[in-house]
């Protein structure tokens, strides 16, 4: 992945680190998260690194509420090509949406006092 997608070595290994650790349970190689990353940014106008990038800022929220690798990558993907936002800036308003969406499976209360699964 890193001579696809012209980085380091080091810096795939750490995207790919956090999309394994994440992500990984038992059905998929990582060679799976790495084609299906450098296919995302081939059909969309987004980069296999952007992509990885953006979910090493939301993949631990990603996981947690349940939203499968394929789908955050997509997801990511496809707002990063239509926006052309940053992978930082589009995978921290993912992160700061699924973590309002595990507070509405946990019953979080904001700091002004709304309980979010009122809305629910």
């Not at 990582?30 to 990038?53: C, F, K, P, Q, W």
């Not at 690798?69 to 926006?83: G, S």
Request: charged share 20%.
């Amino acid at each position: 992945m890193a001579n696809v997608a012209r980085e380091s070595a080091e810096i795939v290994s750490d995207q790919m680190t956090a999309v394994w650790n994440n992500f990984y349970d038992g059905s998929q190689s990582l060679e799976h998260y790495a084609d299906a990353m450098v296919r995302l940014g081939v059909d969309t106008a987004s980069s296999s690194d952007e992509i990885a990038g953006g979910l090493e800022k939301f993949a631990a929220v990603a996981n947690t509420i349940g939203l499968s690798f394929d789908n955050a990558a997509a997801a990511l993907a496809t707002i990063t090509a239509t926006t052309r936002q940053s992978e930082d800036v589009v995978g921290t308003a993912l992160k700061t949406i699924f973590a309002r969406i595990q507070g509405l499976k946990l019953g979080e209360t904001l700091e002004d006092g709304t309980t979010l699964n009122q809305y629910s």
